[in-house]
């Protein structure tokens, strides 16, 4: 299995990091796990494009791992040739939130169906919502959703994927809890969104602070890894973004709880397990 972290940004803009969003590959399948801002563009970086992106797996419904499902949804559709269902996997809720999606894209599906004689349909979204089990099954590979904890965002999922005798664990944003620990237990890779909660607590900004109670911090990250025997943890979604030359000081933090394999995502990092 090969895993692309392909955006690895938070709600804030970077000019280097998009949105949320990792890609894993297995079984010849190209598995999208949420869609952040940019995700395409980080797709034609990873030499995929939109047409070969077999399903979409969302961890939840927060607009910075969503703003560019609508993109994934309408480029599919405009480079497909024959009717080419999107196949759409998340929490409760995913089910309105692309009935949604597609009623505010009727002015664009309705401009493109009218000028190009060839395109007759309209795009399918084949959606199944998770909330603990069996997600998604092809070609040998078995994803499962497990429960996590964003509250006050909820349902949320992390998704386990299990192929080619590897495991990769996609928490997605979450604490520690029972079902994250589902997720990860002996998995070769675990990747996690975190925070440096050191800096976090020095900013002054309420809504800033308000992140601290759902998101997992470095150690805590770490602290999941080393208690289910994770082989390589990949911190993703740094918040805030780590400054150059600061990398160390997460991998660092990191250390003191976790003695495997530990890499602090880029866009585009790839790495196969």
């Not at 990792?22 to 047409?51: E, H, I, S």
Request: charged share 20%.
């Amino acid at each position: 299995m090969f895993v692309t972290t392909l955006g690895t940004g938070s709600p804030m803009p970077d000019p280097n990091r998009a949105g949320p969003a990792t890609l894993v590959q297995t079984a010849g399948q190209n598995l999208l796990f949420d869609a952040g801002r940019g995700v395409l563009m980080r797709c034609a970086g990873a030499m995929v494009a939109p047409a070969m992106i077999n399903a979409m797996l969302l961890t939840h419904l927060h607009s910075d791992h969503t703003t560019d499902v609508n993109d994934v949804i309408t480029t599919k559709w405009i480079n497909s040739f024959v009717p080419t269902p999107t196949i759409i996997v998340g929490p409760l809720g995913t089910q309105r939130f692309i009935d949604r999606t597609l009623a505010t894209l009727e002015d664009d599906i309705s401009y493109r169906v009218h000028h190009h004689a060839d395109l007759t349909w309209e795009p399918i979204c084949e959606v199944t919502e998770v909330s603990d089990g069996l997600a998604y099954e092809a070609e040998g590979i078995k994803i499962f959703a497990f429960p996590t904890d964003h509250a006050p965002v909820h349902p949320t999922v992390g998704y386990r994927v299990e192929s080619e005798g590897k495991v990769v664990a996609i928490a997605g944003d979450t604490v520690p809890c029972e079902g994250l620990d589902r997720l990860c237990k002996d998995a070769d890779l675990y990747v996690q969104t975190v925070i440096r909660d050191d800096i976090v607590k020095n900013i002054p900004i309420p809504r800033l602070l308000d992140i601290l109670d759902y998101h997992s911090s470095v150690s805590q990250a770490a602290q999941t890894a080393a208690k289910n025997n994770v082989k390589t943890l990949i911190l993703t979604h740094p918040v805030p973004a780590p400054q150059p030359g600061t990398e160390g000081e997460w991998i660092a933090m990191a250390q003191e709880h976790f003695s495997g394999t530990i890499l602090l995502a880029d866009d585009l990092m790839r790495v196969e397990t």
